[in-house]
């Protein structure tokens, strides 16, 4: 039996869905027997930790501060080990420019892009650099801020008039911003789970839209909108590839533990891209990477309780 | 049966408490869902409301009524008149139709706005809200219309959607609800065949836009409601809460055949009582009754004799205008740091009375995202999109001004104001355009000078003629 904190909540945009995947978490440890410590992520956290003393930190905080890499930094200062990827992983990945940059760099393919931040466009002029980009990406552009976990901020641009609001919408939440080839075809994410210290795919999940061009991201995941298949129904060597491709981005960035990787397979080429990577995918009852387990016939006991033993595994050096 | 939480000792052995469902859990009870449960709102803007709720934000996003403004100790001695008078009436069901004596204080409320009500005309509801409910309940059938003002009242959309209604929604200006246009969507829906069953309106410093509808255009409203035989439901909670101008005749007042009056406690007293009413055509009423049984049999019996002990204490309208008193200052403090604080190209209402401020930033601003932005510097406030069915309103917002007190209301308003001016910055800076090129000059009320901005055409067809409700795949 361990003393586990479970870290949820927190200031962030994800505050609701990291509290639903922090009550489930709770619950898998509790049922594995652990002595759970919940802390509601806010100015009180050194302090709370301070008191509880755990053996280990379960992070279930999504978005900013979770996912960035500010409470491991501040787990490794205190010496608590926990799960997940380390300080450089988050950083990387929650960093969405940084994290494809490290793909390109590394012959991942990732969707074409152009990342700039405020000043570009207040003090360089980046606005005048608009039509280039246009003409290289192609229309439908997608505008995302480049930190955002949630489907917030995300918006297509259909002709350079939208582009503009796009961009001062996706500023609503950072500071950076990136415009990215918009890839028409399937939505894959490949879950990822360390088993005996090696990093192991879980089976596909596909999300479905069920309107064809439904460009709204927000109303995407509402219930109903979006179907989602586990397994995806793939040629056994396309599943192959992109679990690879899934595999070596989460190398490349460093991810420990468990992640999910999201990918776009082209309708018109069949070629595999890697958009983002979570490195704390939702935990809720109808997040993605359970679903992924329990296709996979891991219960989502089973599976808390092999992210939290790959801590204990990998020691106190936990950083990615 | 889950054993109680209490049984359950952390970490222990032979624990026996559920587990929570799985991702396979919810599919299966998916099956079960009725088609009604499907039309739920966006669970990213679900999350994104959630957070205005935090206590370290400035939130002008409540409808809340400030009941700190209630004196504790006449709580506290209304409530032992409750006990010590009326103990085991207080704590037993009632009538589903409500206390005599309730309706008696109801009549004396409608009275003051200028409406005489027989008792027998009321129907007591657990709060003004149930009177939307149980409307829907009496008239509507799947794949019915209601016709709505555009922005409509945003808590009335998920009770028209649970009824499974094709909201449509008719255009407001500073005389409330087009009546042109609303005539046009009638005779549109008749061409195709269709015939909404009610229309919906908030005469009265409108939630969310802050307009009162003209007193020709209530004429004409009723009028219409008559020649077409269909119901106005008139929603009318802010009406007592007037800060200048003359009062104006209710719908009910100038038609009672074909109005349905909704009324409620909730801003002339307590929110927290749980008390509305409605008055409507006997046999209406008689089936909202019906409706009511079996909702939950009655409301509550506890806040009837509390409601009944206020009004025999003393004049109930004491309160009120106290009320008026404050919530006047707090709009005026809003007025004013809208007009010191957003820039020129947003424009605002300017309400009469209510609770409400609608504002309308440029169309390029997106005010799901802004709230998003303004939630970094702890304020918030409703984005427009959450007060149409059809996606309209995603550059407006709606600002309360009764829930906080005047330095927060100043505090917030430059805070949001600020990220709008950098916001329109920005967005001069990626066209190259002067900011406010081309664009009138805002302020107070000049959202409804303007024309109307041009719907999407396919959006429009949709908001014309509601085609029939499409079954959920």
Known sequence: ?320 | MSPPEGGVSPGGSGTTRRPRSTARDIERYAALFAERTKVMKSSAMRDLMALTERDDVISLAGGLPDTSTFPPDSYAALMRTVAVDSCARALQYGPTEGFALVKRCIAKVMQAEGMEIDCDELLVTTGGQQVIDLVCKTLIDPGDVVVAEAPTYPGAIPTFCAYQADVVQVTMDRDGMRIDELRDTLDELERSGRRPKFIYTVPNFHNPAGVTMSLERRWELVRIASERELIVLEDNPYGLLRYEGEPLPTLHSLDDEFVIYAGTFSKILSPGVRLGWAAAPGPILQKMQIGKQGSDLCSSSISQYFVSAYFDSGPWEDYVRSLVEIYRRRRDVMLDALAEHFPREAEWTHPEGGLFIWATMPPYLDTTDLLARTLEDHVAFVPGRAAYVDGRGGSSMRLNFSGVGEDEIREGIRRIGEVVRQQVAMYGTLTGAQPDAGIPRGGEDTWLESEPRAPDPELAKVLRLPAKRKRAG
Do not use: W
């Open chain 1, 1 to 320: 039996m361990s003393r586990v904190a479970v870290l949820k909540g927190g200031r962030s945009l994800e505050r609701q869905v990291s509290l639903r995947s922090g009550a489930r978490v709770q619950d898998a440890l509790e049922h594995l027997g652990h002595d759970v410590h919940p802390i509601d992520v806010g100015p009180d956290l050194v302090a709370q930790l301070t008191a509880d003393r755990p053996d280990v930190a379960f992070v279930a905080l999504h978005g900013r501060d979770g996912e960035d890499g500010t409470v491991q930094e501040l787990l490794e200062v205190m010496g608590i080990p926990y799960t997940g990827s380390g300080v450089s992983a988050c950083i990387r990945a929650a960093d969405k420019v940084l994290a494809k940059h490290a793909m390109r760099d590394h012959g991942i393919a990732t969707p074409d892009f152009y990342a700039f931040n405020e000043t570009a466009f207040k003090a360089l002029g980046a606005a005048q650099a608009l039509p280039a980009i246009e003409e290289r990406l192609q229309f439908p552009i997608v505008v995302k801020p480049a930190s955002q976990g949630s489907a917030l901020g995300i918006k297509f641009a259909r002709t350079p008039a939208d582009v503009p609001a796009a961009l001062v919408a996706a500023f609503s939440y950072d500071r950076k911003v990136m415009l990215e080839r918009h890839v028409h075809g399937r939505e894959l994410a490949v879950s990822i789970l360390d088993r005996a210290g090696a990093p192991t795919t879980l089976p596909i999940v596909e999300a479905v839209p069920e309107q064809e061009d439904f460009y709204d991201f927000e109303s995407r995941y509402e219930i109903g909108r979006t179907r989602f298949v586990c397994p995806a129904d793939l040629d056994p060597p396309l599943a192959q590839r992109a679990s690879q491709i899934a595999l070596d981005t989460y190398r490349l960035l460093g991810c420990a533990g468990f992640a999910r990787v999201d990918l776009m397979l082209e309708r018109d080429t069949d070629a595999l891209y890697v958009l983002e990577t979570n490195t704390i995918p939702g935990l809720t009852e109808t997040s993605l990477l359970p679903q992924a387990a329990e296709a996979a016939g891991i219960s989502f006991d089973d599976l808390i309780g092999r992210i939290l033993g790959a801590v204990e595994s990998a020691g106190a050096d936990s950083t990615g």
